[in-house]
């Protein structure tokens, strides 16, 4: 079966300190992977999704960054934080569309909670 | 622009009580409807909606959509202090993308007291 891994769980980080979010996945090949960020009482906002190594997209412009440098990694990170990045951050994945039993939905990480001081 | 619009944002009920949430959306390209569960960490899912009047059940936890009024109903019936928690719904629209577009609505926070 299928497993995400998030981590850290919990960070506090300086303004203007850099920042590196991991996220793998096991157990299925070439996922559709997904970074998001959820405000207190706000839904999931999504920050980037990636359909292949190398390849990524930003749905907002932010102070963020992403890269997959292998298959079922996925990295959120940041040169320097802004006190507006504190959240929590969750990553995804699903099955790209058009694989045999696609029309399933997206599965999430456990989160890291991040606080800017 | 796309939305999705929960209601009530929280809601505090006694053991026992049955409960609804309801969920309203604006979405082009509907593709189907989601809904998760979330206590501290990761949301878990419990339904995807894509057909019209055709209730989902799952133990004590039903849902149904409404594709025409654009909407959707979440009831948990008999709610035990385990069931305290947000619950999120998404819409995932379809199109021409190799990915999932899901647009999620702020949740309602659910708190079950004994």
């Known amino acids: 079966s299928q497993t995400i891994h998030q981590w850290p769980a919990t960070l506090v980080q300086p303004v203007g300190s850099p920042l590196s979010l991991e996220c793998t996945v096991e157990g299925t090949s070439n996922p559709n992977l997904y970074w998001y960020r959820q405000a207190a009482g706000r839904g999931l906002q999504l920050l980037f999704y990636s359909v292949g190594i190398g390849q990524i997209s930003s749905e907002v412009p932010q102070n963020l960054s992403a890269s997959r440098p292998q298959d079922r990694q996925f990295i959120l990170s940041s040169k320097k934080l802004l006190l507006s990045d504190s959240g929590f951050y969750l990553c995804?994945?699903?099955?790209?569309?058009?694989?045999?039993?696609?029309?399933?939905?997206?599965?999430f990480g456990d989160g890291t909670r991040l606080s800017i001081l | 622009e796309d939305k999705v619009v929960q209601s009530p944002l929280s809601l505090v009920v006694h053991e026992g009580d049955t409960v609804t949430l309801n969920c309203s959306y604006e979405v082009t390209n509907f593709r189907s409807l989601l809904w998760y569960k979330q206590e501290k960490k990761a949301p878990t899912f419990l339904f995807m909606l894509t057909s019209s009047g055709i209730e989902k059940k799952s133990g004590r936890l039903s849902s149904i959509l409404d594709k025409k009024e654009l909407f959707s109903i979440l009831n948990i019936t008999a709610t035990q202090t385990g069931d305290s928690a947000v619950y999120l719904c998404a819409v995932e629209k379809g199109g021409w993308t190799s990915y999932d577009k899901v647009i999620f609505g702020p949740g309602t926070s659910l708190s079950v007291i004994p």
């Open positions: 995804a994945w699903s099955l790209p569309r058009g694989a045999p039993y696609s029309n399933q939905p997206q599965h």
